[in-house]
């Protein structure tokens, strides 16, 4: 009975996220991430991954406490997703961004089915992290993996032989690309 339960589970959960393939393959086309956005993408992955956590491991009071113990940071880091979606496709920008949040939901529930007790180990171990160190938010995530579509921002001097991660650009990105008036730094 437990095993045709998770076989159904797994065969729901490869149904939903069927219908997110396009966004991953949208994503891809998007260009990279700032800084700030991939603390958003990371944040929004450690969320869902806790908040399965919370539902399939019992750990619903760990889970609010974490919640509460970030709350403003949440909120500010999930209206930068948002917006990071939107700036990367005003027209779908919306539709991507819950569309990321179920894919991650619904991967974080399927490593919980797959491997219940390590899934669950793990959570505990990052709610008693937080609660224990009580980092920032961004320190806390800082780790998380997101998918490999999303790709920090990088950027080239002339004297430099490996591409540096950029810092977060102050004012917002044109919408069209403008070609560089200088060659002392170059966009890759």
């Avoid at 260009?31 to 956005?37: E, I, L, V």
Wanted: charged letters at 20%.
């Amino acid at each position: 009975m437990r095993r045709s339960i998770k076989t159904g589970a797994a065969a729901l959960m490869l149904t939903c996220m069927a219908g997110n393939v396009w966004a991953a393959s949208a994503n891809a086309a998007m260009g990279c991430a700032r800084p700030a956005d991939m603390s958003a993408l990371q944040t929004a992955a450690m969320q869902q991954r806790l908040m399965v956590a919370a539902l399939t491991c019992n750990a619903a009071p760990a889970y609010n406490e974490w919640v509460k113990s970030f709350q403003k940071e949440l909120q500010a880091s999930d209206q930068a997703l948002e917006s990071y979606f939107k700036r990367m496709n005003a027209k779908s920008g919306t539709s991507d961004y819950h569309a990321y949040k179920t894919r991650l939901a619904n991967s974080s529930s399927m490593q919980s089915i797959n491997d219940h007790q390590n899934y669950c180990e793990s959570a505990q171990a990052s709610f008693n992290q937080a609660q224990g160190d009580k980092p920032t938010l961004t320190a806390f995530v800082s780790t998380t993996k997101v998918d490999d579509v999303f790709q920090p921002c990088q950027f080239r001097t002339a004297g430099d032989a490996e591409p540096q991660k950029a810092p977060a650009p102050r004012a917002k990105p044109v919408a069209k690309a403008m070609p560089a008036q200088s060659s002392a730094l170059s966009a890759k």
